[in-house]
């Protein structure tokens, strides 16, 4: 009787009871292919074709909902969410027939479905399982990070389907039926069915494995290992799973474990998991070499049960390993685990038959290669094996080539049930799981329904973590069971149909579900008779029964849901059965348990979700519960827990804020007061029903009230706060005298010592002291800790410890009275912990000593508890004490660990990960703090948190890292020190767009009126954003815009003479506009230049490719000129080639980055022919930015078999490209099959164009570049002379292919020099020589010579060289072969001629390649001054020339003045091209200005009368030379002077200008503005060889000459550009602005290191050049990237800042609080105001509020501003105040820390309010007492000499003031009668209420030490100051302190010495 009453008082209420119905089922019925795969699978194919098909249609149907109801499982699961954060929802994976419905829903039941899987046939079973995969095959060298991949898997008949969250899916085919899969923490574990077929072994047949592991979706299925105890015969076995008789009941991934269950032996077994050892995989395989003999066989079986029956008395582990050796063939070797393979593809398993037909039984396996059962095999006697070489006959049908199988993971066995006399057979568990109990004790609880038992075993891990250690079994009675993991408890259903909570295997209580009826006490009697006396309930022993026969269907209501296996069926329990079903609902089974939510299955067939509610939800009660729970033996504390649950969760429990009130009441109960006797417990108001444990109150007879009701007002809490409260001072309102009740003091109350924790008082009394020091360091925590305080004095008092009650006084003047009830406590059973001190542990009073730099105690602390009182002293010990190893693990100095009493103190050592790698930059103790402090997690909202005080260390050191963070610093350091720009540019390195990454993309910003116009010219795709800040004076990007358009018509202005007839006049406009269209047609080359890389084309549109207009209007009338009226003739094929420019610049425009497959490239080919040309640049150019590497071989073949000569040459040179210097071989055999010279020589003769083989020629180059490989060296050395055949082969354009031999020759060896390794018997330089200055041609040893034999018809050539068809070539071959090596000797080969004789036999324009590679082969030379220039000229030119301005001619005689003055100007020419190469991309001036000079020297030798001997067009080439040659070094700057040059060269359309002049002209152009000013050119080997191909110095005539340079090499610049843009993109508001940058160059040869300021955004030089680069104050925080070393994050600071480049270039920086940036304050004007009101103080006061707006953009600061300095009307003595404020946000933003202006406004309210006498707790003072402490601290001013401005309130007179007030308040105190009240105190007699307060600052603020440590410290007798001097320096109390206190101590002032 008396435990049901017990029961009922405490029961738990359970909360949010909802219907449950599993998500899928509804979605199901919506799906749209649910029903039709049904009716697909269900029919016959006889009743398909049967022609009464609708009744076949409806019989399907029926069907379909019977199997609907059987199939449908599902399964739920925590939501797991991507980023790792808490989420608090289900989620639920739902099987019905084909369909697996993922859906995640919420606790308000808003559900989404996730994914819905549809499979062929019908699922199995579907679970979600994670994949680790091994990251070894990547570079990283620290593989330990293994890549997880989230998976839902789901298993048919056949196979199983693997889906991960990523999108793969994987299909893997099953070698066997599978009965069930398990996840696992490596992967899935699958157990084979074992059909009937197998029970008995046929005789020659061992058993097969039963379990298989898969790691991962494309890896073999391996079968399982098992590594046995000791058994019977000594030692561990290790061999395959091979009983069918062992079946998995349950796995678990953490800790990784199997439970399996015996079906003969009847028993579970507890197995670990783990991957298999490599020595444990040999012993396996060996086993299966090793036959036994056939003799041996016959006696297996019967051995086998021999031992069996053996081993059921003696040992449990006997039966699961039957020796299973034969599923490995006998192949010749032991293969070793590394010879393992995982192939992609589906193992031969698979071959293993699907099908396992009844008839066939196990032998459906034996045919199979895999498995290959030979017919010996060895016998399980271990003891006496004898091994006979293997009998032939067995082996004779085995197939050997098959490799064994590796196992890969293996179960240990850990733990087996006893073995009981009376176990049952069929007791498998039903139900198995692993809880935690409240105080984190594991248990392993099944749940044996046929016994009605939930059997728990307590287990924990062994102290080295490497195993686990099983415990004892408890039995609980239940019917059901489930674990609620959120609050580490099990709920039990029992037999009566009670749900009842319990942690691990203590009872809790019963669980009260509002809306269920309760079962009562008749219902589980056998007869329903209501008058049966209570004592004679019986439960029933029997189980439910749940299996009904169908003999019974027609008694049942409703249809029995699940169906489980129970052997028999019990009548009596039937009719139980049907009583409980008659008489209401009552709960049957508990499933999906997910935190604390479970559902429960009731018997009227619905289910119902219910939550369990926690185990306390305020903060505060948490951490008392958690800290007590640590302290307490385990037992105690379980009994403590369950207490307070079940008063807690009582129903009608208390709602949240009086949850503190009812856990005092509760906690002092069991500490054995009476909380109705004491008088402020018994006021604690509970609001809502009273809880079981307080017994409710009489009630009250008279409605009127009483007395007592009044005096219970006044001790109420909320009138002592009252009294206390401000506005009752101002009010004047008298304190009310409370009568004291007068039973209180009649009889001291004395405390209950029976109760639980009694004995425990001091021990929890301290942890709670030790929560009360941790919530001090959360400012939030306030409330709480005023709730705390006043349990703490409760127990200090009846514990009679003094220290503690004075410490709280001083903390809590206010709350802490002294007459309060005590309670007599008898200490003589009390259990005082080794921990316990009598003095109270002080954090502020730690971190004050450590300040003054005192010794200090360690400081306790309780684990998981206490950290943040952890942190602030670790934090505090490294960076004021500055101990470095305070940090690392041993932190025991400093810090005393307590835990409960059963172990030793222990040393703190679970703080490994604290540790940080030392490889960091760590310079200084600021930034160790800082960075520990990260590891550890600490963020910038906890510091917030922190008391000001306690802060303002970490404050401090975090301002001094602020100032110089090392760039290397991790994103959590760079967002903690307030650096975002450098915890953006961390993990933003990896921008996805180069341009939509900074500000929005602009070209859908244009207007649509606009649109029409501009939309066609392909440049409206640039970042204006960027360009805009780069050239923001002007606007020349528009100007080049309108240079570079070739999409609308020209304008075409010709006068028309009065003589000239209408049609004369026709023909002469047209005329002019073919002049006009030479230039158009070269415009696209430019516009490629300009737009380079500009633009992220969208994958499902076409790329837009601007039109070619080749049109004019004429004015006035705007009429349309076109070429094709047939008026005047025209070239054919004209813009054939301008077309393919036109292409390529389009394509040039897609950034490398862009996402383009090969599907979009063949997409973008267009439908009409004449685009055919647009088409092949297009490729080219996707060559050129990489992305042609990403086309199908398929499509390639497609597109060179259509034979368009363009298109060949686009996409052959757009390959090699992509594949630079990679030696491909595929595109090497695409190439080759275009030079015939490169085919072998019988090979047949393909007709292939000229210009393709030219392109292939380069393109091999291209591919070869740099590689020195010799075979291809030599076919192009020989190919450079290659003669013109008979029959009219090679003999046209002859010079443009000997040229790209040339260079693809000089790619080959590039920069190789001497050291051409293995081809010195090719003689090349001496080759090339012979090519350059002619000579007798050499026999051409080689496979050529018979295509040689005969000479052409058409070209006499004789036996020389041709040099003017082979001089070019070979001249840039020698230049790139010995490209800077300053080789002397090669050099002086090509020394321009110096005699007149030896100058007549050099064509002029081969002086300037001459010239040129001269120059480059002595790179170091070259130097940016006319004089070098002028030294280049030879002596017999220079006395003889004409200087380029000179008017008249001289004459001469003797000198050809023609030849002396073309030499001359290409010379020039010449070296002036090889200064544009050495400083291209470098902006150098004084390059620049050379350059310029020459250029104008040009220009007006052009217009002088002497042009006419020098020849216009050589003029007009040199001139085009300077200009490309300025371009370079200017590239993309954009360079103004340039620019002009350029338009004036644009304007000049008629005469000798040809489309040649006009192609150079706009490529000089487009270099200046190259990629919109983001790009520039690199001087790299490889930079060098491709701008000598583009800009080879020979122009084409006409738009279709090809003769002596193909026109599409102009393009290969894009293999120089590099990105080399910087663009500061400020943090905050995300937009590019303008920051000061300084550059340091290495030192060189030619300068010294050298720092250059630049504003970004700017061009970088390049790289290799530079030191460093730094972000430089005043506006911006600064930022260091040094490019010279590398780092433990990133390999190499150099890379690393390249990626950054490349990826748009972004340089996150930070505004300085109170700067502007340079857009709004381009001059530092604004900013100015700042500095002049900082240097002078005085006129800090003057400074207006409104003025903020002039130095800070932050919008807090505003809002400040805003409300609390504008002065508003009549404000009295309020206008000092926002006065001050004003110059507190005056300094805080001048002085870089606007997060201190919280602590200045603190620390003035704090004195403001001393100053009133309105302290009610001494929480302020502490903190101002410790920042006065930390900058007079010996730490603090070593660091202040190291670094005298800067620093924390540093250049403020606002500490001295407000340290004056505060003493000079408490003086003024003293004198005004406090000197009686202090004297008092110190003599230990009461002091009046209204002076404790303000005694208590003055204690706390002079460090009074308490009257205990003056009495021991013999203080009585002194009568001087400097005795008391002496006395007083143990109790480290400062002078000036002792100055107050002397003339209380001496009692005679007079005596006073000083």
Not at 1326 to 1334: A, I, K, S
Request: glycine residues 6%.
């Amino acid at each position: 009787m008396s435990d049901h009453s017990d029961e009922r008082a405490t029961m738990i209420a359970a909360g949010d009871l909802q219907e449950f119905a599993p998500r899928g089922r509804e979605h199901c019925r919506r799906h749209p292919s649910a029903l039709t795969l049904q009716l697909r699978r269900l029919q016959p194919a006889s009743e398909l074709c049967s022609s009464d098909g609708a009744a076949g249609l409806v019989g399907s149907l029926r069907e379909v909902t019977i199997h609907e109801r059987q199939r449908e499982s599902w399964q739920l699961r925590k939501g797991v969410s991507d980023v790792g954060e808490e989420v608090d929802y289900d989620e639920e994976l739902y099987v019905a027939s084909n369909m697996v419905i993922w859906s995640k829903g919420s606790k308000n039941q808003a559900s989404t479905v996730y994914k819905a899987f549809t499979v062929d046939s019908p699922v199995l079973q579907a679970l979600w399982c994670d994949f680790t995969i091994p990251q070894e095959k990547s570079e990283k060298a620290d593989g330990s990070d293994e890549v997880v991949e989230k998976c839902i898997c789901i298993l048919q008949n056949s196979c199983i389907n693997v889906h991960s969250i990523e999108g793969k899916d994987y299909i893997a085919a099953l070698p066997f039926q599978v009965a069930n899969v398990w996840p696992t923490k490596y992967g899935l574990l699958f157990e084979r069915s074992s059909s009937s077929h197998d029970v008995p072994p046929s005789p020659p047949r061992e058993p097969l494995p039963t379990m298989f592991s898969m790691l991962h979706p494309l890896d073999e299925i391996t079968p399982l290992v098992c590594k046995s105890g000791a058994g019977m015969f000594g030692s561990a076995r290790v061999q395959y799973v091979a009983d069918y008789t062992l079946r998995i009941v349950f796995l678990n991934a953490e800790p990784s474990i199997v439970m399996t269950y015996d079906a003969v032996q009847s028993l579970h077994t507890v197995w670990a998991l783990r991957r298999v050892k490599p020595e444990e995989q040999n012993t396996v395989l060996k086993f299966s070499e090793q036959m036994g003999t056939p003799q041996h066989m016959a006696t297996s079986s019967s051995l086998t049960a021999h031992l069996r029956s053996l081993s059921k008395g003696d040992s449990p582990v006997g039966s699961p390993f039957q020796n299973y050796s034969s599923i490995h063939s006998q192949s010749r070797s032991v293969s070793s685990p590394s010879m393992q393979s995982r192939s992609p593809s589906i193992s031969n398993m698979a071959a293993l038959s699907r099908s396992h037909s009844p008839a066939l039984g196990v032998h459906s396996f034996s045919g199979v290669q895999r498995f290959n059962f030979s017919s010996s095999a060895q016998s399980p006697k271990r003891h006496s094996i004898t091994h006979s070489p293997n009998s032939t006959s067995s082996d004779s049908f085995l197939i050997t080539e098959t490799e064994p199988i590796i196992p890969e993971l293996c179960i240990d066995h850990l733990w087996t049930e006893t073995v009981t006399n009376m176990r049952e057979k069929n007791s498998q568990a039903s139900k198995v799981f692993i809880t935690t109990d409240l105080c984190g004790q594991k248990f392993l609880c099944f749940l044996v329904e046929s016994q009605l038992q939930l059997r728990c075993v307590k287990f924990q891990e062994s102290n080295d973590k490497s195993q686990l250690i099983f415990g004892s079994v408890t039995n609980i009675q239940a019917k059901d069971a489930a674990p609620v993991q959120g609050i580490d408890t099990l709920l039990v259903l029992e037999g009566s149909g009670n749900l009842v909570l319990y942690s691990g295997v203590v009872r809790v209580g019963k669980v009260f579900i509002p809306g269920l009826p309760a079962p009562s006490l008749t219902m589980s009697n056998q007869m329903p008779r209501p008058s049966t006396p209570l004592d004679s309930v019986s439960t029933p022993s029997k189980p439910l029964n749940k299996h009904l026969g169908p003999i019974e269907e027609g008694v049942l209501l409703s249809p029995v849901p699940e169906l489980r296996d129970t052997s028999k069926i019990h009548d009596s329990t039937y009719i139980e059965d049907c009583t409980f079903q008659q008489l209401g609902t009552f709960i049957h089974a508990l499933r999906d348990p997910v935190h604390n939510r479970v559902t429960l299955e009731l018997s009227n067939n619905t289910m119902v979700r219910i939550t369990i509610p926690e185990i306390a939800t305020s903060e505060l009660v948490k951490r008392c519960l958690q800290g007590i729970k640590a302290i307490l033996p385990k037992e105690i504390a379980v009994q403590m827990l369950v207490k307070w649950y079940n008063a807690y969760n009582a129903p009608g429990g208390p709602s949240y804020h009086s949850e503190w009130n009812l856990f005092v009441t509760c906690l002092m109960n069991m500490m054995g007061y009476n909380t109705e006797r004491l008088s402020w417990t018994r006021n604690l108001d509970f609001e809502g029903s009273l809880s079981p444990v307080i017994a409710p109150k009489k009630a009250r007879p008279s409605e009127t009230g009483s007395d007592e009701d009044w005096e219970y007002l006044l001790s109420s809490d909320y009138h002592r706060n009252f009294e206390s409260h401000p506005v009752a001072k101002a009010l004047r309102l008298d304190p009310l005298e409370v009568l004291a009740p007068k039973d209180d003091f009649s009889q001291s109350l004395s405390l209950d010592s029976s109760t639980l924790l009694f004995t425990h008082i001091p021990a929890v009394f301290f942890v709670l002291h030790l929560i009360y020091e941790e919530l001090k360091l959360n400012s939030l925590m306030g409330e709480g800790i005023r709730s705390l305080v006043v349990v703490l004095v409760q127990l200090a008092r009846d514990l009679k410890l003094e220290g503690y009650i004075d410490y709280y006084y001083r903390d809590y003047p206010a709350l802490v009275k002294a007459s309060r009830q005590t309670c007599i406590i008898d200490q003589g059973f009390m259990h005082h912990p080794s921990f316990f001190s009598a003095e109270p542990p002080s954090i502020f009073q730690w971190l004050s000593s450590c300040l003054k730099g005192e010794g200090v105690q360690p400081y306790p602390y309780l684990p998981g508890v206490c950290e943040r009182s952890k942190l602030v002293v670790l934090s505090v010990a490294l960076y004021i004490l500055g101990d470095e190893n305070a940090v690392s693990n041993e932190a025991s100095h400093y810090l005393c660990k307590i835990t409960s009493g059963q172990q030793k103190q222990q040393t703190e050592q679970d703080d490994s990960r604290c540790s940080f790698s030392h490889s960091t930059s760590v310079s200084s103790l600021a930034e160790k703090l800082v960075i520990w402090m990260t590891n550890v997690g600490f963020t910038l909202r906890d510091l917030e948190s922190l008391p000001f005080g306690v802060a303002l260390p970490i404050r401090d050191a975090i301002y001094y890292c602020r100032e110089q963070p090392a760039s290397d610093w991790p994103e959590a350091v760079c967002l903690l020190i307030g650096r975002q720009d450098l915890s953006k540019q961390a993990c933003e390195g990896n921008l996805q767009k180069g341009k939509s990454s900074v500000g929005p993309v602009l070209s859908s910003d244009i207007p649509s009126g606009t649109e029409s116009e501009e939309d066609e010219d392909g440049m409206n795709d640039m970042n204006e954003e960027v360009m805009s800040l780069i050239w923001s004076e002007d606007l020349r990007v528009q100007e080049v815009r309108r240079l570079l358009q070739s999409a609308r018509p020209v304008r075409v202005n010709v006068v028309q003479m009065p003589e000239a007839s209408d049609h004369e006049y026709i023909e002469e406009k047209e005329n002019r506009l073919l002049q006009l269209c030479q230039r158009t047609m070269a415009l696209p080359v430019g516009r490629g230049m300009f737009t380079l890389f500009s633009y992220h084309p969208v994958p499902t549109e076409q790329l837009p490719i601007p039109k070619l207009n080749l049109t004019g209007r004429a004015p006035p009338r705007n009429t349309t000129v076109d070429l094709n009226s047939g008026n005047i003739d025209v070239p054919p094929n004209m813009a054939c080639w301008a077309s393919f420019h036109n292409g390529v610049a389009a394509g040039l425009k897609i950034a490398p980055a862009s996402q383009i497959d090969s599907a979009w490239i063949v997409y973008n080919k267009p439908k009409i022919a004449e685009l055919a040309n647009e088409y092949a640049g297009f490729l080219m150019a996707l060559g050129l930015n990489g992305h042609l590497t990403k086309l199908a071989t398929l499509n390639i073949h497609d597109y060179l078999t259509k034979g368009h000569e363009m298109t060949s040459i686009g996409l052959l040179l757009g390959v090699s490209a992509a594949k630079l210097g990679t030696m491909d071989m595929a595109i090497t055999r695409l190439l080759s099959i275009h030079i015939p010279a490169l085919l072998p020589p019988t090979s047949t003769e393909l007709d292939v164009p000229h210009n393709v083989q030219v392109a292939a020629v380069i393109g091999i180059g291209l591919v070869y570049q740099g590689t020195a490989h010799r075979h291809t060296a030599e076919v192009l050395l020989a190919e450079i002379g290659r003669p013109p055949g008979p029959e009219m082969e090679y003999c046209t354009d002859r010079e443009s292919y000997s040229l790209a031999s040339g260079l693809a020759l000089g790619m080959v060896c590039l920069g190789h020099g001497s050291n051409l390794i293995g081809m010195s018997d090719l003689n090349v330089p001496e080759q090339l020589y012979q090519y350059m200055v002619g000579g007798h041609r050499r026999f051409q040893a080689g496979m050529h010579r018979e295509k040689h034999k005969s000479p052409s018809y058409q070209i006499k050539e004789g036996d020389t060289i041709n040099v003017d068809v082979t001089c070019p070539g070979a001249t840039l071959a020698l230049a790139m072969i010995y490209l800077k090596t300053n080789n002397r000797s090669i050099a002086d080969w090509l020394q321009a001629p110096d005699t007149m004789y030896l100058l007549d036999f050099v064509k002029p324009e081969f002086l300037l390649l001459r010239t040129l590679a001269r120059c480059l082969i002595l790179w170091d030379d070259i130097l940016p001054n006319s004089k070098w220039v002028n030294s280049n000229v030879p002596q017999i030119i220079r006395e003889n020339s004409i200087s380029l301005h000179a008017t008249e001619l001289p004459s001469s005689e003797d000198l050809s003045l023609e030849t002396l003055a073309q030499a001359h100007v290409y010379i020039i020419a010449g070296a002036c091209l090889s200064l544009g190469f050495r400083f291209a991309g470098s902006e150098n001036l004084a390059a620049f200005k050379c350059l310029y000079k020459y250029a104008t020297d040009f220009l007006k030798c052009l217009s002088a009368p002497t042009a006419s001997i020098t020849g216009h067009y050589n003029l007009e080439t040199c001139l085009s030379v300077l200009l490309l040659s300025l371009a370079m070094v200017m590239a993309g700057s954009g360079n103004l002077k340039v620019l002009q040059l350029c338009r004036f060269m644009h304007k000049k359309t008629g005469g000798e200008m040809n489309y040649g002049f006009h192609l150079a002209h706009h490529m000089a152009l487009g270099l200046l503005f190259l990629g919109g000013g983001r790009y520039s050119l690199s001087t790299s080997n490889s930079s060098i060889a491709a701008l000598l191909c583009a800009l080879y110095p020979h122009f084409p005539v006409h738009s279709t000459d090809n003769r002596y340079h193909l026109q599409a090499l102009r393009h290969l610049y894009v293999l120089a550009a590099e990105p080399r843009l910087l663009t500061p993109v400020d943090v905050d508001s995300n937009t590019p602005c303008y920051a000061l940058i300084e550059v340091t160059y290495k030192g060189t040869q030619w300068y010294a290191e050298a720092t250059e300021e630049l504003m970004a955004p700017t061009l970088l030089p390049e790289l290799h050049l530079l030191k460093q680069i730094r972000v430089k104050g005043p506006r911006y925080w600064e930022l260091l990237i040094d490019l010279t070393k590398g780092t433990n994050h990133l390999k190499h600071w150099c890379c690393y800042f390249r990626s950054i480049l490349s990826k748009g270039g972004v340089l996150y920086v930070k505004l300085r609080a109170g700067q502007l940036s340079y857009k709004e304050d381009p001059m530092g004007w604004r900013s100015l105001l700042a500095q002049t009101v900082t240097h002078r103080n005085s006129e800090a006061q003057a400074f207006k509020p409104e003025a903020i707006s002039a130095f800070t953009s932050d919008p807090a600061l505003f809002s400040f501003a805003d409300y609390f300095c504008k002065p508003t009307v009549n404000m009295g003595q309020k206008q000092e105040i926002l006065d001050l404020f004003s110059s507190i946000l005056y300094e805080c933003v001048t002085q870089e820390n606007p997060e201190m202006l919280p602590t200045y406004i603190a620390i003035d309210q704090a004195v403001r309010r001393l100053e009133r006498r309105e302290m009610s707790e001494t929480f302020e003072l502490w903190q101002i007492k410790l920042v006065l402490e930390f900058f007079s601290s010996r730490s603090h001013q070593e660091r202040m000499s190291r670094n005298p401005n800067r620093g924390l309130f540093m250049n403020s007179e606002f500490l001295p003031v407000m340290k004056c007030t505060i003493d000079n308040t408490l003086d003024q105190w003293l004198q005004a009668g406090g000197d009686v009240s202090l004297h008092s105190y110190l003599s230990g007699q009461p002091t009046e209420e209204s002076q404790l307060s303000m005694l208590a600052c003055f204690l706390i603020y002079h460090s009074v030490p308490t009257p205990g440590q003056l009495a021991a410290g013999g203080l009585e007798g002194s009568t001087s100051f400097s005795e008391l001097l002496l006395k007083f320096k143990q109790l480290n109390m400062p002078v000036r302190a002792l100055l107050r206190l002397a003339p209380l101590l001496l009692r005679n002032p007079q005596s006073m010495v000083l």
